[in-house]
């Protein structure tokens, strides 16, 4: 996936964007409320993680603003406000979620892949796909009972096309959702993280539509 994290805070943004970096997503970082409408302007993100006391102004004016222009991408707010009336001001403005400073790292992540599976339309965190059983909770893959290990880009890319079953991605698709806007791709990287699922998980897992894109496939 493909993460905005809108937060002034250094040291808590950095923590956050190396851990959502852990987990094989993507994220740009920005530190205000106009950074982040700029960014959301020019991005298809997949997620947003909102912080409600910004510089230049407060989170949920800003939401409610987003969802009044249509945009649906989910929004996590990560905020030191903890009364009951903050929260059901954020869930009522369209937030999807909403976790109070100081959390746990590792809960952020959980809650990331929540609302992400919530919006995929597949609540359920245990796939079949084939012989291979896919828990998305837990980021772990078994193929006939045997537990295969990915790297986090790894990861990240077969998320890509399990989100969308049967959908074509094209190359720079794939590359949005796996890197942020300040990294360097190479540009045989997608080939590259393609032939290594098929090695893993199987040569027919990921088909690839010549001069079009990829999509799932059988494995």
Not at 153 to 158: D, G, H, K, S
Not at 169 to 188: G, H, I, M
């Amino acid at each position: 996936m493909r993460v905005l994290l809108i937060e002034d805070d250094d040291v808590l943004g950095a923590a956050v964007r190396d851990q959502i970096a852990s987990d094989g997503h993507s994220v740009d970082w920005v530190r205000r409320l106009d950074a982040g409408d700029s960014a959301i302007a020019g991005v298809p993100y997949d997620l947003a993680l909102l912080d409600l006391m910004l510089p230049d102004g407060r989170g949920i004016p800003f939401l409610r603003r987003l969802r009044a222009r249509g945009v649906v991408t989910p929004v996590i707010i990560l905020t030191a406000l903890n009364q009951v009336s903050d929260r059901i001001e954020a869930l009522n403005a369209g937030a999807d979620d909403y976790l109070v400073k100081p959390f746990d790292l590792a809960e952020l992540s959980a809650r990331i892949g929540s609302v992400a599976r919530r919006y995929s339309g597949n609540p359920n965190p245990i796939l079949t796909h084939g012989p291979l059983q896919i828990d998305l909770a837990a980021r772990s893959i078994r193929r006939d009972g045997h537990l295969v290990p990915l790297t986090a880009r790894e990861w990240a890319l077969f998320e890509a096309f399990l989100s969308r079953p049967g959908q074509l991605l094209s190359k720079t698709q794939l590359e949005e959702k796996l890197y942020a806007f300040d990294t360097e791709v190479e540009s045989n990287t997608i080939e590259v993280h393609v032939s290594r699922l098929r090695k893993k998980l199987g040569a027919e897992i990921i088909v690839t539509e010549r001069g079009l894109g990829y999509r799932l496939g059988h494995a």
